[in-house]
C-alpha cells in the first residue's frame, strides 16, 4: 500500500493555519573565509575534516578555519567542480580545465609530480560516479568509458560503459537504451530496456532505484540478482534536483526546501532542510549527523545534527522579538514587542495573529492564558482581555505599572504593580489593593499565602479566608540581608523550598534552615535574573539576558550544580524572556524568536572534539610534525603551536585547554587556537592539547607533541676545545684505570673460582670413590661366601679394572666417551654376574658419532645406572627386566638417554620405607655435583632431566636425559 501512494503529501503538507519550525543553521561565506561562494561538491575525510570545492580552489575546514588550496599551491586549475577519498587517504579532485589530481598529507599531486597521472589523457571534466570502500569510480564527461582508482592510487578502466549508480550489492548502468546490472566482480546479470535516453534513473536505498520518464516513476527492487518492477505511479514533483546522504534519496521538493524520502518514496518532513531562496547545487551529511549544503552563489549553509528549532519571521512570527510568553497545555501564547498576539503549536505560528498594539497602549510584559481567555498586561497599567473563541476585546486600565500577573482562578487574578499589589476580578471589573509600595513580583501559594517582592525585598501576606499566619514559609524565610535590599524580579516554590531572581544580585534558594546565594561567583552567567520555570525532573531554569542557567539540587549531598545554556552551546539569541516545557520539549522565547529543543538536548550528545595540532613554527619557520619526536639546539627556544578541533555542531563555540609537561603540570584554559611560548630552556617537553564543545564535553584523549632542546655549550670556541680535551684525558686515564683495576679483580676471582672447584672435585672424589668400593666388596664377598669362586675370580678382575680406570678418571673433568662408554660396559658386566643375569642391557650409538673425540663429563652416568638396577630392575618380579643406555648427537648437544622398565621410583620409594634396613644413595646428589663444576669449568651447559615413565597410570620404568653442549 505504501508504494501506491508514491509521491504523495510531499511538501504541501503545512496547515492552513500555521507554518512549520525551522532548524536552525549557519551559514558560512566570505567573512568566514570562504572567499568563493559557489560550491559544487562537499566531502569528510577520514580525519573528519571537511573539504569543500569550488569555482575559486578547494578547503579545508576544521570548523572554524578554512584553510584554501589553489593553484599558487600546484592545483592545475582553481575550477574543482568534484571530490572523493580512497582508502589512503587521497582527495581525487576533478578540476575543469580536465585534469586529475590529488591532495595528500596537505600536498597536491599531479601529472607532474605522479607518473599514473601523466598516463591519463582526457578531454572533458571528470566526474567521480561513487564510491565504495575499495575503490573510487570516475568518468570523463563527453565519454561513456568508466575507470577505477584502487586502494593504492592506481587508475585503470573498467571496460564497461555509460551512466553508473552504486546499489548497495550491485553496479546499476545505463547505456544507450538499456538498464545493465552487474555484480561487483563486473558479471552482467540482468538487463532492461528503457522508453527514452533522457529518462533520470536514480538510487533510493539498499537494491532499489527509480527511472524517472514523462512525468511516470517506475520503482524497481534487485532480488535474486534479477531486476524487479516494484510499483508504477504519475509523479506530483520533478525528480530532478536529487540528492544522496546518510544512505537516503533527497529532493528539492520547492525552491530552496529539501525533503528526504525513505525506501518506499514516502517523505520525511521531520528531515526537510530549508534554505530560502537559494540554488543548491550539493549536500553532505557528516559523521556527527549534520548537514552541509553547497550553493550556487550563496556559499555553504550547515544544519546541526538534532538542532534547535527556531520560529521566527521566517517562519510567521510578526516579530523576532518576544516581549513576553505563556504557556497552556500543549500550546505556547507569545506577545512580539510590537504588541501583537501569537499562538504557537506542534505545527508552527498560527496564522491568526491579534494586534494590540493600538488597543493596549504601553509595553505588554506579562501575560496569563486561561482556559477561555488571554489577558495580557501593559507597562502603563491597561489590561487586555482576548477570548479564545474571538470575541471582543475588552481593555480596562484600572491600575498603575503591571509588572507581574498570576491568574487565581475563578475569574480572579493577582498583579504587582508600581503602586501595590492588588487582586482583580475580571468578571466584576472591581480592583482590590492588597497592600502599598512598589511591587515586582507575586506569587500565590496554594494554602492562601501571597508572596510578594518588591523594593523591600521579600514579604508574605494572607489576604484570604482571615488566615493570619501559616507554618508555610515562616518568618525563617525572610531573615537573609542580602535579599532584603534586592529588587526582585519573580518567585516560586517547590514543597519547602522557595526560589527567588532578583535584578543585580542573582538567585536565592530559601529553606526553613538557611539561605543560598547564587550568582556570578557560583556560575550564573548573569546576575540579572528574570523568570523561573520549573521542569518535572526537579531541575530549576532561569533566564537572563546573558543566557539560561538550569540549577540542580542532589538529592542525597544537596549539592548544588549549575549548567549554563547560552549561544555557545547552539542558542541564536542570549537575551531570554522565559522558557516552557510542553511535550517534554522546551520552548525558549528571546529577541530573537522562539528556540525549540529537548530539555535534555545539552547532555545527551557524548560526541568529543578530535583535536589536531595543525601548524608548528620554530623561531619564525614552519616545521612538519608528523614526526611526534622532535629536538631542537639551545638557540631555538621560541615556538608557536596552532590546533584544530574538529567538532562542527559547535559552529566554532570550541574552548581549549593545554599544558606543557615539563615546564609546567597545570591545565591553561584559552579561546585562542594559537599559543605562543618564548625562551624556554633546555629540557624535555610535552605539549598537550584538549577542547571542549559546545556541550561542555571535552576530549577523550588529548593531542601531543613532544619535542627537546640540548643543552647549550659555552659561547667561546677555544674553551669549548680546552673543555673537550681535558674532558677527554679524564675519561681516558680513567677508563684506563677502571679497566685494569677490574682485569685484575677478574683474573683474582676466575682463579679463587677455578681453586674452589678444584677443591670441590677432589672432595667429591672423595666421596665417590669410596661408595663405589664399598659396592664391590660386597660383590665380591657375596659370591665367595656362596662359594662362586669362577664368579668371584671374575667379578675380582673386573672389577681391579674398573678401580684403576676410576683413579685414572679422576683426574680428569671430562674423558672421551669412548672410554666412557668402556668403562660402563665393564661396570654393566659385574653388575650382570652379581645379580646372576637377572637382567639384560643394551648400549646403542649413532653411526655418525665419533667417540673418539666426543668428550662427556668423568664418571657421572654409573650412579644413574647403579640406580636403575638397584631400585629399578631388581625390585622387579614380573617381566623382563632390560636397561637401555643410548647415545646420539646433533649440531649443538651430544644426548645420553639411561632408560629401564623397572618398577619406578614412586614404588621404590614405598619399598624403602617398608624396609627396616635404609640405603642411602649419595649417587645422585654427587653426580650433579660433578655437573655443576663441569658447567663452571668448561663453561659449556649441561642438563639432566629424570622422568618417570607411565602407560595409562602404570608405572614402566624412569629415564634420565643428559644433555651436553658441543
Not at 658386566?829 to 668423568?858: C, G, V, W
Request: with cysteine; net charge neutral.
Amino acid at each position: 500500500m505504501a508504494t501506491a501512494i508514491l509521491f504523495i503529501c510531499l511538501c504541501l503538507m503545512i496547515p492552513n493555519e500555521s507554518r512549520s519550525q525551522k532548524r536552525m543553521s549557519r551559514h558560512y561565506g566570505g567573512a568566514d573565509g570562504l572567499v568563493c561562494n559557489t560550491i559544487y561538491s562537499i566531502l569528510q575525510d577520514e580525519q573528519q575534516f571537511i573539504w569543500v570545492s569550488t569555482d575559486n580552489g578547494v578547503y579545508r575546514f576544521d570548523g572554524q578555519v578554512f584553510q584554501r588550496f589553489s593553484t599558487a599551491n600546484g592545483l592545475p586549475d582553481n575550477d574543482i567542480l568534484g571530490m572523493a577519498e580512497d582508502l589512503s587517504g587521497r582527495l581525487w579532485l576533478s578540476c575543469y580545465n580536465a585534469h586529475l589530481c590529488y591532495i595528500q598529507h596537505q600536498k597536491i599531486f599531479t601529472s607532474q609530480n605522479d607518473p599514473d597521472l601523466a598516463k591519463l589523457k582526457t578531454r572533458s571534466y571528470l566526474r567521480f560516479i561513487t564510491q565504495r570502500k575499495d575503490h573510487v569510480i570516475f568518468k570523463e564527461d563527453v565519454q561513456p568509458d568508466l575507470y577505477r582508482i584502487d586502494a593504492g592510487g592506481k587508475i585503470s578502466a573498467m571496460n564497461l560503459k555509460g551512466d553508473l549508480i552504486l546499489l548497495q550489492d550491485y553496479y546499476l548502468i545505463r547505456y544507450l537504451d538499456e538498464i545493465l546490472l552487474y555484480n561487483f566482480q563486473l558479471k552482467l546479470l540482468d538487463r532492461i530496456k528503457v522508453s527514452s535516453r533522457k529518462d533520470i534513473l536514480a538510487y533510493v536505498s539498499e537494491n532499489r532505484f527509480i527511472i524517472s520518464s514523462n512525468g511516470q516513476a517506475s520503482l524497481f527492487d534487485i532480488n535474486h540478482q534479477q531486476i524487479q518492477t516494484r510499483s508504477k505511479q504519475a509523479l506530483t514533483i520533478s525528480i530532478e534536483n536529487r540528492y544522496y546522504a546518510q544512505g537516503k534519496l533527497w529532493i528539492e521538493t520547492q525552491p530552496g526546501i529539501l525533503t528526504a524520502f525513505d525506501k518506499d518514496l514516502q517523505p520525511h518532513s521531520e528531515l526537510a532542510l530549508s534554505v530560502g531562496n537559494v540554488t543548491i547545487n550539493s549536500l553532505f551529511c557528516d559523521a556527527q549527523g549534520g548537514y552541509w549544503i553547497g550553493t550556487q552563489g550563496d556559499g555553504l549553509i550547515y544544519f546541526p545534527p538534532h538542532a534547535i528549532k527556531i520560529l521566527n519571521e521566517d517562519e510567521g512570527l510578526l516579530q523576532n522579538n518576544i516581549a513576553c510568553s505563556f504557556s497552556s497545555g500543549n500550546e505556547l501564547y507569545v506577545v512580539t514587542g510590537n504588541s501583537i498576539v501569537q499562538k504557537i503549536d506542534a505545527s508552527g505560528v498560527s496564522h491568526r495573529p491579534i494586534d494590540l498594539s493600538q488597543k493596549c497602549p504601553g509595553r505588554i510584559n506579562n501575560m496569563i492564558v486561561t482556559e477561555n481567555e488571554i489577558i495580557c498586561g501593559s507597562d502603563r497599567g491597561y489590561l487586555a482581555v482576548i477570548p479564545k473563541s474571538g470575541g471582543r476585546v475588552e481593555v480596562t486600565r484600572k491600575v498603575s505599572s503591571i509588572k507581574d500577573m498570576e491568574y487565581l482562578g475563578h475569574q480572579q487574578i493577582l498583579m504587582a504593580t508600581s503602586s501595590g499589589t492588588v487582586k482583580y476580578d475580571l468578571k466584576k471589573h472591581v480592583v482590590s489593593n492588597l497592600n502599598q509600595g512598589r511591587t515586582t513580583a507575586i506569587h500565590h501559594v496554594d494554602d492562601g499565602i501571597i508572596l510578594t517582592g518588591g523594593l523591600k525585598g521579600l514579604q508574605r501576606m494572607f489576604p484570604f479566608s482571615g488566615i493570619t499566619d501559616s507554618k508555610k514559609f515562616s518568618a525563617n524565610y525572610f531573615r537573609d540581608s542580602t535579599l532584603a535590599t534586592a529588587t526582585i524580579t519573580d518567585i516560586a516554590h517547590r514543597n519547602d523550598l522557595l526560589i527567588v531572581t532578583t535584578t543585580q544580585q542573582g538567585v536565592f534558594l530559601i529553606d526553613e534552615k538557611h539561605t543560598t546565594h547564587l550568582n556570578i561567583a557560583q556560575g550564573l552567567t548573569d546576575n540579572n535574573c528574570r523568570k523561573i520555570a520549573l521542569h518535572p525532573d526537579g531541575r530549576i531554569w532561569i533566564t537572563t539576558a546573558s543566557g539560561i542557567n538550569v540549577i540542580k539540587i542532589e538529592d542525597k549531598t544537596q549539592k548544588i550544580n549549575i549548567e549554563t545554556i547560552t549561544t555557545f552551546n547552539g542558542l541564536t539569541s542570549n537575551n531570554i524572556r522565559a522558557v516552557h516545557f510542553i511535550d517534554s520539549l522546551v520552548y525558549a522565547s528571546s529577541s530573537a524568536g522562539v528556540m525549540i529543543f529537548p530539555a535534555n538536548w545539552f547532555q545527551t550528545s557524548k560526541d568529543t572534539p578530535l583535536v589536531y595540532i595543525s601548524a608548528i613554527q620554530c623561531e619564525g619557520k614552519g616545521l612538519a610534525f608528523e614526526n611526534p619526536d622532535h629536538h631542537f639546539p639551545s638557540d631555538s627556544n621560541s615556538f608557536e603551536f596552532t590546533f584544530s578541533a574538529l567538532d562542527y555542531s559547535s559552529m566554532g563555540h570550541i574552548k581549549y585547554a593545554y599544558r606543557i609537561l615539563g615546564l609546567s603540570e597545570s591545565w591553561v584554559k584559552t579561546n585562542d587556537k594559537t599559543i605562543r611560548i618564548d625562551r624556554l630552556k633546555p629540557g624535555s617537553y610535552t605539549l598537550e592539547v584538549k577542547a571542549m564543545n559546545a556541550r561542555k564535553v571535552w576530549s577523550r584523549t588529548p593531542v601531543r607533541y613532544s619535542f627537546s632542546i640540548t643543552p647549550a655549550w659555552h659561547e667561546k670556541t677555544g674553551i669549548r676545545i680546552l673543555l673537550g680535551i681535558l674532558l677527554g684525558l679524564m675519561i681516558y686515564f680513567g677508563t684506563l684505570y677502571i679497566y685494569r683495576r677490574r682485569f685484575r679483580k677478574k683474573v683474582s676471582e676466575e682463579a679463587m673460582k677455578k681453586h674452589v672447584a678444584e677443591v670441590e672435585l677432589k672432595a667429591l672424589k672423595a666421596q665417590i670413590n669410596p661408595h663405589f668400593i664399598f659396592n664391590t666388596l660386597n660383590a665380591i664377598q657375596f659370591f665367595i661366601n656362596a662359594n662362586e669362586n669362577e664368579k668371584a675370580d671374575l667379578y675380582l678382575n673386573k672389577m681391579s679394572r674398573l678401580i684403576r680406570a676410576t683413579l685414572d678418571f679422576s683426574n680428569d673433568i671430562s674423558i672421551p666417551l669412548r672410554e666412557e662408554i668402556e668403562y660402563l660396559k665393564n661396570y654393566l658386566d659385574l653388575e650382570t654376574l652379581r645379580f646372576d643375569n637377572d637382567f639384560m642391557y643394551q648400549i646403542s650409538i649413532a653411526e655418525t658419532m665419533d667417540t673418539s673425540k666426543l668428550m662427556i663429563p668423568a664418571m657421572v652416568l654409573q650412579p644413574h645406572i647403579e640406580n636403575a638396577i638397584r631400585h629399578g630392575l631388581k625390585p622387579k618380579t614380573t617381566g623382563n627386566k632390560t636397561l637401555f643406555i643410548r647415545f646420539r648427537q646433533d649440531n649443538y648437544f651430544l644426548y645420553v638417554e639411561v632408560e629401564d622398565n623397572g618398577i619406578g621410583r614412586r614404588a621404590s620409594n614405598l619399598m624403602k620405607q617398608n624396609t627396616s634396613v635404609k640405603h642411602i644413595s649419595q649417587g645422585e646428589e654427587l653426580s650433579q655435583s660433578k655437573l655443576d663444576i663441569y658447567r663452571k669449568l668448561s663453561g659449556k651447559d649441561v642438563d639432566l632431566n629424570i622422568q618417570d615413565q607411565y602407560d595409562h597410570d602404570q608405572a614402566t620404568g624412569t629415564l634420565v636425559t643428559l644433555k651436553i653442549a658441543l
